[in-house]
């Protein structure tokens, strides 16, 4: 079985509430994913950084960080799809990162990789400081349409969930 399987493996686990499984899961590969994400090879970053949200593995946020500062826009990409997945419950994790995600959403070169993270930050803390700086990015017509729509989608959430303060 390959990383990929293992992991398509620990997501069905984890949405059917089979802990246990998916604990003994992780155990057995916990080193391979390390060693992925180390790879030269792109494809296996993305794989392992993709691998950590279907894990559901939240002692792997460091490593997630590193994969949101890959060279490469698959692995950045990945590494948001995990973030997405492990802040679905809980917003901890990316409060925990916000500060990067605000650096990508603002000044990535890859616009799906920048439509990625604005998508993350849906799952955070209805902070004002993100809230005005995806309005920002909405009303900026430099920037392409995808991303205005995503970031203006968002920040309204996020000025919803805030209340009347925000």
Do not use: F, Y
């Given at each position: 079985m390959s990383l990929a399987e293992a992991a398509a493996e620990?997501?069905?686990?984890?949405?059917?509430?089979?802990?246990?499984?998916?604990?003994?899961?992780?155990?057995?590969?916990?080193?391979?994913?390390?060693?992925?994400?180390?790879?030269?090879d792109y494809r296996q970053r993305a794989v392992a950084y993709r691998a950590i949200g279907q894990f559901r593995f939240r002692q792997k946020l460091e490593l997630l960080r590193r994969g949101l500062e890959d060279e490469s826009p698959a692995a950045r990409g990945s590494a948001l799809l995990s973030v997405q997945l492990l802040?679905?419950?809980?917003?901890?994790?990316?409060?925990?990162?916000?500060?990067?995600?605000?650096?990508?959403?603002?000044?990535?070169?890859?616009?799906?990789?920048?439509?990625?993270?604005?998508?993350?930050?849906?799952?955070?803390?209805?902070?004002?400081e993100t809230i005005v700086l995806l309005n920002g990015l909405a009303e900026d017509d430099e920037q392409e349409a995808e991303l205005r729509n995503a970031a203006r989608t968002t920040a309204a959430e996020l000025k919803k969930r805030a209340g009347p303060k925000g």
């Open positions: 620990a997501d069905e686990l984890a949405q059917s509430g089979a802990e246990r499984e998916l604990a003994v899961l992780r155990q057995q590969w916990d080193e391979e994913l390390e060693d992925a994400a180390r790879s030269a802040s679905k419950d809980s917003p901890g994790v990316v409060n925990a990162i916000r500060p990067l995600l605000h650096a990508i959403v603002t000044t990535d070169a890859n616009q799906a990789v920048r439509r990625l993270a604005v998508m993350c930050l849906r799952h955070g803390s209805p902070q004002r």
